[in-house]
């Protein structure tokens, strides 16, 4: 979870995965997001991918979120720090709620989730594919970053320690295995397109709208 940052600003968060994966996450998403259209990413946390994803990419309007009002603030206050002019207000979305699509405007060219999957009962990625389906585009992507398990086993021993340490905080939560997301986006018009591994234990997972 986002901790207090040590800067003047008392409103900004500071996730530690953030500070490490922001990188990693924008050179894939360099080569897959379209130059142009509208970004949703969901669970924004402490805002710092919003503030460095819509800096980088200077014409695409990015639309964060988060259903924590902590993290809201947060991320209006990264955004007053950041050059971007193309980064909206956090939007109030929570996606464990049925039908949480229906409240956001207009179709979005790519949807973003990370490190959400592995932290939320299963329901919540079954909506989150759901809702993604009814919000992209045609061809619109959606990237989805962190742990996953291939064939049912996991890719890295680290996982398996923090596998449990998950279902301990709430035996809801744990790693999900890679297919059974697929099969589970492929139910609601998306296909998986590509997969990369991100060290040490991570994976990007993009699909398209069909």
């Known amino acids: 979870m986002p901790e207090d940052a040590d800067n003047h600003d008392s409103r900004l968060l500071h996730a530690p995965s953030a500070t490490r994966n922001s990188a990693?996450?924008?050179?894939?998403l360099k080569k897959h997001l379209p130059e142009t259209g509208r970004a949703l990413e969901i669970a924004s946390g402490s805002g710092q991918h919003a503030a460095a994803f819509a800096l980088a990419?200077?014409?695409?309007?990015?639309?964060?979120?988060?259903?924590?009002e902590r993290s809201r603030i947060s991320i209006t206050a990264w955004s007053h720090n950041t050059a971007a002019k193309n980064l909206n207000p956090p939007l109030d979305i929570d996606v464990s709620r049925a039908l949480w699509h229906g409240g956001v405007e207009g179709l979005f060219n790519a949807l973003l989730a990370i490190n959400l999957v592995h932290i939320t009962p299963w329901a919540v990625t079954v909506g989150l594919l759901r809702?993604?389906?009814?919000?992209?585009?045609?061809?619109?992507?959606l990237y989805l970053y962190g742990p996953y398990r291939r064939d049912?086993?996991?890719t890295a021993q680290?996982?398996?320690?923090?596998?449990?340490w998950l279902k301990g905080q709430n035996?809801?939560?744990?790693?999900r295995d890679m297919g059974e997301v697929?099969?589970?986006a492929e139910l609601s018009g998306l296909r998986l397109v590509r997969r990369s591994k991100c060290q040490p234990n991570n994976f990007s997972l993009i699909f398209r709208k069909l």
């Open 24 to 28: 990693v996450i924008l050179e894939i």
């Open 57 to 68: 990419f200077p014409h695409i309007d990015w639309f964060p979120s988060d259903p924590d």
């Open 131 to 141: 809702g993604a389906g009814e919000l992209l585009a045609r061809d619109g992507l």
């Open 152 to 154: 049912g086993a996991h």
């Open 158 to 164: 680290s996982n398996i320690k923090f596998d449990e």
């Open 171 to 175: 035996e809801e939560w744990g790693v």
């Open 182 to 184: 697929e099969r589970q």
